[in-house]
Every structure is written in structure tokens, then in C-alpha cells.
């Protein structure tokens, strides 16, 4: 099945730094939307974003989504230690609403 | 926020028997739901979607006479491991869309199930 490539792969920065994620995806989309993944856990829905939308806010994320390039980045401004975790992007697409997981970006956010 | 309880979290099997993992919707009532597995360090990969009422839709690749999924009720869907195999050892996680979030949205997780087949 399709499946989005994200980058990079790993993440290390420190407490305060902003993190900056990005997702490539192949075909066209409905939504795009963000999760993440703490070791071992279930998934935790971040933020969506309409494939009629460039950008997207919520508290410390910010979301762009730009159609023509298949590409969408999250954004974590002012990281926390607790921000550690696997960030996955999925996109939705098809009259089924298929969810489909990019490769995942693992971050460490150093105290 | 909506919740997807899976269970069970974590189960130690022996190769030839069969498992079943259960997932349900707390709050709402779920026409739809999926079933991912995931490798360590590895992105999910959707097995298969899960309709109420009617049979399953497997990915490419997935075996529907080794993963066998039932979705008899609104907020039940059942992923049932059979004849286990060490190969078959993974996360496997649930979820389940919320129809009052709209298109596309409101895909909620449980909290996986961790497999391992001796």
C-alpha cells in the first residue's frame, strides 16, 4: 500500500529547540493528519489538515500542507522532554477514507 | 476525546494456538474500524478494514484465513490470530472512526496489543 516517507528519520534536540518534521506522500489526498506514538503505546491524534489548507495552528504545532508538492511538515515550537516520542504522519484519501502511515520521525528532546 | 479500548495489551502465546484481540469504541458507535500491525521501529501497516455487518477488506499481502476479523457490532471488532507462529509476533492496534467527526477525520487508536508467539 502506498505509504508517505517522512524526514528525518531520527530526531535529537534539546529542551527548547523547535522540531521540524516532514512528510512526502505519493498520490492525492483528502486530509492529512498527524500522530504521535510513544514506545510501545497506541496512537494519539495531533492535528488535521484539509487538503484545502495551508496551514494549521494547535498550542505548540503548526502544520503546513503544500498539495502541489505532495509534502506537508509539522512544527513543534519550544520543545519539552515530554515531546519525546514517534511522530507519524497519515494521509486519507479515496471515497473509503483510507488511512495510510508515513515511516515515522522518532524524537529525543534532551532535558 | 473519544476512546478505543484494545485488549488485550500484552499476551505470550505458544505457535499453533490461536489469539484473539478485541477492540471497542467507549462512546460511540463505529461503522468502521482498522486493523494495523506494526514491526519494532517500523510505521503501521494496515492489514485489513473492518466493516459492521459485513466482511472484512484485506490489504494486499494479509492472509484473511490467518487473521480473522469480526465486526458484529457497532462498537465491537474482533482480530482473532489463528495457529500462531513466532513470525506472527508483533503490535498489532486497533481503530476505529468516530462518524461525528466528519469526513476523514476522527480516527481513534487503543492502545495495541503486544504479541508474542513462543
Known amino acids: 500500500s502506498q505509504q508517505g516517507e517522512e524526514d528525518p528519520q531520527a530526531l535529537s534536540i534539546q529542551e527548547g529547540e523547535n522540531a521540524t518534521m516532514n512528510c512526502s506522500y505519493k498520490t492525492s489526498i483528502n486530509n492529512l493528519q498527524w500522530y504521535r506514538q510513544n514506545s510501545g503505546r497506541g496512537l494519539v491524534h495531533l492535528i488535521l489538515i484539509r487538503s484545502n489548507e495551508r496551514e494549521k495552528h494547535s498550542g505548540r504545532l503548526r502544520v503546513t500542507l503544500d498539495t502541489s508538492k505532495k509534502s506537508s511538515s509539522l512544527l513543534i515550537t519550544a520543545s519539552r522532554a515530554a515531546d519525546t516520542a514517534s511522530y507519524f504522519c497519515a494521509t486519507v484519501s479515496g471515497g473509503y477514507q483510507k488511512v495510510t502511515f508515513g515511516t515515522g520521525t522518532k524524537l529525543q528532546v534532551i532535558p | 476525546g473519544a476512546v478505543v479500548s484494545q485488549h488485550p495489551s500484552r499476551v505470550i502465546c505458544k505457535s499453533g494456538t490461536s489469539v484473539k484481540i478485541e477492540c471497542r469504541s467507549l462512546d460511540f458507535q463505529a461503522t468502521t474500524m482498522f486493523w494495523y500491525r506494526q514491526f519494532p521501529k517500523k510505521s503501521l501497516m494496515l492489514m485489513a478494514t473492518?466493516?459492521?455487518?459485513?466482511?472484512?477488506t484485506y490489504e494486499q499481502g494479509v492472509e484473511k484465513d490467518k487473521f480473522l476479523i469480526n465486526h458484529a457490532s457497532l462498537t465491537l471488532s474482533t482480530l482473532t490470530v489463528t495457529s500462531a507462529h513466532p513470525e506472527d509476533s508483533s503490535f498489532y492496534i486497533c481503530?476505529?472512526?468516530?462518524?461525528?467527526w466528519g469526513a476523514g477525520g476522527g480516527l481513534f487508536f487503543g492502545s495495541g496489543t503486544q504479541l508474542s508467539v513462543l
Open positions: 473492518s466493516n459492521e455487518g459485513s466482511k472484512a
Open positions: 481503530s476505529a472512526r468516530d462518524p461525528g
